[in-house]
């Protein structure tokens, strides 16, 4: 199965600040079916990003994603106070589909 | 709108089974796959696996066959998980989340259920 890697674990930065997070693949990631989810405490995730780098229904364009291969990138561009909450990377290139351990990105 | 909601919380004893709801609204049920996902406490996400709701053929990730069962009742949109031989470990959050795309397993979830906690503890 493919391992997804994300990092950092944790990500402080201060409301207005750009965010990068990574996500790193075993193997390469068929057709770069790739999704990022956003989760907020008691909330279920939500899907920002698939297919590596379409926007979801609805996803402000503050949020990007990028990438291909076994390598691949969400950013936030200016982060807004709401955006702060566990970050996700999933592939669903190879079964079985898996899921990053997450990125926690924090206020500062 | 669509929309995914789950039944209630359970609790459990060990060795008992559940059977965990989740009824669809706003689009046609049998044209997306419908996925399981399982939270435990304080951790991340765990694909179990998915349900062709066309055909009601399941696929279990390893580590859900034997005691984890998904099915359907199309006739009310609607999609089950039942879990038997209950242990603690399986008290966790388990979310019904649907593929972004018709007719493919291969696509990102959403929308996703509110989410079942279901607790295990004699």
């Known amino acids: 199965e493919i391992v997804l890697t994300q990092s950092p674990a944790t990500l402080s930065l201060s409301p207005g600040e750009r965010a990068t997070l990574s996500c790193g693949a075993s193997q390469s990631v068929s057709s770069s079916y790739l999704a990022w989810y956003q989760q907020k405490p008691g909330l279920a995730p939500r899907l920002l990003i698939y297919d590596a780098s379409s926007r979801a229904t609805g996803i402000p364009d503050r949020f990007s994603g990028s990438g291909s291969g076994t390598d691949f990138t969400l950013t936030i561009s200016r982060l807004e106070p709401e955006d702060f909450a566990v970050y996700y990377c999933q592939q669903y290139g190879s079964s079985p589909w898996t899921f990053g351990q997450g990125t926690k990105v924090e206020i500062k | 709108q669509v929309q995914l909601v789950q039944s209630g919380s359970e609790l459990k004893k060990p060795g008992a089974s559940v059977k965990v709801s989740c009824k669809a609204s706003g689009y046609t049920f049998t044209s997306y796959a419908m996925n399981w996902v399982r939270q435990a406490p304080g951790q991340g996400l765990e694909w179990m696996g998915w349900i062709n709701t066309n055909t009601g053929n399941p696929t279990y990730a390893q580590g859900f066959t034997g005691r984890f069962v998904f099915s359907l009742d199309t006739s009310v949109s609607t999609a089950y998980l039942q879990i038997s031989s209950l242990k603690a470990e399986d008290t966790a959050v388990y979310y019904c989340?649907?593929?972004?795309?018709?007719?493919?397993?291969?696509?990102?979830?959403?929308?996703w259920g509110q989410g079942t906690l279901v607790t295990v503890s004699s």
């Open positions: 989340a649907r593929t972004v795309r018709q007719w493919v397993a291969a696509a990102g979830f959403d929308p």
